[in-house]
């Protein structure tokens, strides 16, 4: 086969023509080796391929520049023409090959255009900063979030700080608090903005800004504060029941000790009809003597003042139905202890009239460095079994609780009852 110089046109074309597709396949490869990490010799390998393939084809085109003119020209390659086109048909090989490992290549492994989709599709606006203000990278999410804050582009940190800053009615977004960093955007969505430096494998630092989408927390946080709201409603409420309950009962075992009062009063009455009508006799004796507390505890009842306070009422009332009270100590200055301490002491008041017989209450009230405590005895009856608190002493020791006390009962060998309170230093004063 004949040189190129003395080949045909045709064949002439046909190589320059192999050659152009060659070195644009060659230049092809080298930009799509930008950024992916790949052998250095191979990278050498191509440029070499293309160099080789740019002066190659400049001086073939040159010499048939020349020889279309008819212009002296220079023989410079005078290999055959079969030789030519099998080192061109070597080279198109070697640069589909490596075009397909290329593709194969950017597939399987991460690149920048690569980070740039991933990160693009998270839903999270997330913006990295250079130390100088910058923007390095920045997703399409925190482009659309800035541009709702300033209706602009997000060029520098220093634009991010004021437009968070700077939040007013022409945006429609509510920051909620100085120091929260939750914004409330018009689309009805809540973000939570933070930042942070990140230190890069090269040493370079990184300011990471990052606008979490919390709007489900948001709703459930509201739903929590209704829901909290009401249950104080009903806790209120239920106090409020629970008080009344405590004074219903009050009233009704007031009610059963006056009640025995009135029998004891009818036995006296009778006690007198059976002496004047037969000889006194013992019962006879007895009789009148609940007839004369009877009457007594109405006396005392009739000449009581309203004026007093409640442990004032509390004596008159024991004194009343003919208990006597021995009480040392005193009642806490702090009025919800106070109240409850009266509770009690009523509660065992009629306890003790109903249920033990008893004419003794002792109360002693004890105050230390941790607590206040006040115990209750009667001289009455024994308990028989195990006291279980229900009623009156059920009510009661709920509204101890409520005050953060204790409540303890002692059946034997005496019945006593025990509470006991926080120590408070308003008590003192």
Not at 160 to 188: N, T
Request: charged share 25%.
């Amino acid at each position: 086969m004949t040189s190129f110089y003395l080949a045909s046109v045709t064949m002439q074309m046909t190589l320059l023509i192999s050659l152009f597709l060659s070195l644009v396949l060659a230049l092809f490869i080298l930009i799509g080796e930008y950024g992916i990490q790949h052998d250095k010799h191979k990278r050498y390998l191509y440029i070499f391929l293309f160099v080789f393939l740019f002066i190659l084809l400049s001086l073939l085109a040159d010499a048939f520049s020349k020889i279309s003119e008819g212009l002296d020209y220079r023989a410079i390659l005078s290999l055959p023409m079969w030789s030519l086109f099998l080192i061109t048909c070597v080279i198109d090989i070697l640069l589909i090959w490596e075009i397909r490992e290329l593709y194969i290549l950017k597939k399987h492994s991460l690149c920048r255009d690569s980070i740039k989709e991933a990160l693009d599709m998270l839903p999270s606006g997330i913006c990295y900063f250079m130390s100088s203000g910058s923007v390095k990278l920045c997703n399409k999410q925190m482009n659309s979030l800035f541009h709702a804050l300033s209706q602009s582009d997000l060029q520098n940190y220093k634009e991010l700080q004021d437009a968070l800053s700077e939040c007013d009615d022409c945006s429609g977004v509510i920051r909620f608090s100085k120091d929260g960093h939750f914004y409330l955007f018009p689309d009805g969505k809540v973000w939570r903005y933070q930042e942070s430096d990140i230190q890069a494998q090269d040493g370079a630092i990184y300011k990471e800004a990052i606008f979490s989408d919390v709007t489900e927390l948001y709703n459930k946080n509201l739903e929590l504060k209704a829901q909290i709201k009401h249950l104080d409603a009903i806790s209120r409420e239920l106090k409020w029941l629970s008080d009344n309950a405590l004074i219903l009962a009050r009233e009704k075992e007031i009610l059963s000790a006056k009640t025995k009062l009135h029998d004891d009063m009818g036995a006296g009455l009778i006690a007198i009809r059976h002496i004047l009508n037969n000889n006194q006799t013992k019962e006879t004796v007895n009789s009148l003597d609940l007839f004369r507390q009877a009457v007594s505890a109405i006396k005392y009842d009739n000449s009581y003042s309203l004026e007093h306070s409640e442990l004032d009422r509390f004596m008159h009332d024991a004194k009343a139905i003919g208990i006597k009270v021995n009480m040392t100590g005193d009642l806490p200055k702090k009025e919800d202890y106070r109240n409850v301490m009266i509770l009690a002491m009523r509660e065992c008041l009629t306890n003790s009239v109903i249920h033990a017989d008893a004419t003794t209450i002792n109360i002693k009230i004890n105050t230390n460095n941790d607590s206040i405590t006040m115990k209750i005895t009667n001289d009455g009856r024994v308990p028989e079994s195990e006291v279980i608190p229900k009623g009156g002493l059920h009510n009661l020791y709920r509204h101890i609780m409520d005050c953060g006390g204790t409540m303890e009962i002692q059946p034997k060998p005496e019945f006593g009852l025990t509470i006991s309170f926080p120590y408070d230093k308003e008590d003192s004063k």
